[in-house]
């Protein structure tokens, strides 16, 4: 949607929270504009939230936007900068923009650069705001689905941020046999869900909460000539197809299956990458063990997954809760940075706030 930046009454307040999210099948290596390698699906978060509220006024400067951003109450010009950048390269899809003077204040429930993915709940809050004002402020009937405008804005910020608009299941990324899945934005996933994978729910075990060794952007580029790059593209399609078959028939043991073997995989092309490097620590895999070992003596279908850092997303039915929760404090906060968890699960996505 193209607007006009002549709107002198731009002026106003708006403020959205939205979740992170934790994919089963790893988006990881991109091409062109932030476009995806390979399709990924993801579980929407509801308890690791970003909050971001805007502030703004019409300014005639036309040499905007001009930004002031706060994170948790304090001036953060580092991530204001990336914020800057971000919406001058925005400008001339949402020409508002530019005559724009806006606060930004922004607050996560979880602490950032920690390997739960902060920029997908950052850059979807942020893409929630900035298609709010367009929309209010610009007068034109829109053009298309507001969650899939704001889905395509926010992977220009952060790729995996795309998934974030939608609660449940999200799927990004272009698939041959689901011709509404796109490359450009993300859709709520083509598939109905068994009851099995309805209520799924994510223990957050952190292992450490320092920012990580390499961010994502680098990760994604030793993508590039990857030796393993071609099977890493077939490997991921073929987990998508089965995926969509398993969350429909509610197939616990495959799933299993195929969402720890996407974490390793992740993992292992950092370790194959050129220079290889590693994010995960001596009690990320005591962990993996325990979840392991108890799912065997348990038949607790407990899994896990990772994301691009040391911390240990335990997937398991809501049914398991109680269980699961007491065996957590039992045996694995004790690999916890100072017994650190987050009692996650799957959540209904962003919510506007007033
Ligand atoms: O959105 P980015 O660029 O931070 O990449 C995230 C990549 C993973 O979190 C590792 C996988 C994914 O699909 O979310």
């Known amino acids: 949607m193209k607007l006009t930046n002549t709107n002198k009454n731009a002026e106003g307040s708006v403020c959205w929270k939205s979740p992170s999210n934790i994919a089963l099948v790893k988006y990881w290596g991109k091409h062109g504009i932030q476009l995806p390698i390979n399709p990924s699906i993801s579980i929407t978060l509801r308890e690791s939230v970003t909050t971001t509220g805007i502030d703004f006024q019409h300014t005639d400067a036309g040499k905007g936007p001009e930004i002031d951003f706060f994170f948790e109450n304090k001036p953060a010009p580092d991530f204001g900068k990336r914020i800057q950048k971000f919406l001058e390269s925005q400008v001339e899809q949402y020409p ?48 298309r689905d507001f969650y899939n405008e704001v889905s395509e ?20 990324g272009g698939m041959k046999e689901y011709p509404e899945y796109s490359d450009n934005y993300a859709v709520p996933v083509s598939t109905s869900i068994h009851k099995n994978f309805q209520e799924i729910q994510d223990a957050i075990l952190i292992v450490n909460a320092g920012t990580k060794k390499v961010g994502s952007s680098a990760g994604h ?26 969350l429909s028939t509610g197939d616990t043991e495959r799933f299993i299956e195929i969402v720890e073997n996407e974490a390793l995989s992740l993992h292992g092309l950092m370790l194959s990458s050129n220079p290889g490097y590693f994010l995960f620590e001596e009690n990320t895999i005591r962990i993996i063990e325990r979840i392991r070992a108890f799912r065997q003596s348990s038949k607790i279908p407990v899994c896990f997954t990772l994301d691009a850092g040391p911390n240990v997303h335990l997937l398991y039915p ?7 929760v007491e065996w957590i404090g039992n045996e694995l906060l004790t690999f916890c940075h100072n017994q650190k968890w987050i009692d996650d ?8 706030l007033k």
């Open 153 to 172: 804005l926010a992977r220009l910020g952060s790729g995996s941020a795309s998934r974030s608009v939608y609660g449940g299941y999200a799927v990004w």
């Open 96 to 143: 508002v923009i530019q005559n724009l003077q806006m606060v930004i204040r922004s607050s996560n429930t979880f602490p950032h650069s920690s390997g739960i993915a902060s920029s997908a709940s950052a850059f979807s809050a942020l893409a929630l705001d900035i298609v709010t004002i367009a929309r209010n402020y610009s007068g034109a009937k829109p053009e």
């Open 221 to 246: 580029n030793l993508m590039n000539n990857h030796p393993f790059a071609q099977a890493r593209v077939q490997q991921a399609n073929k987990h998508m197809l089965e995926l969509h078959k398993i």
């Open 318 to 324: 809501g049914s398991n809760k109680v269980e699961v």
């Open 345 to 352: 699960g799957m959540g209904k996505g962003p919510v506007q």
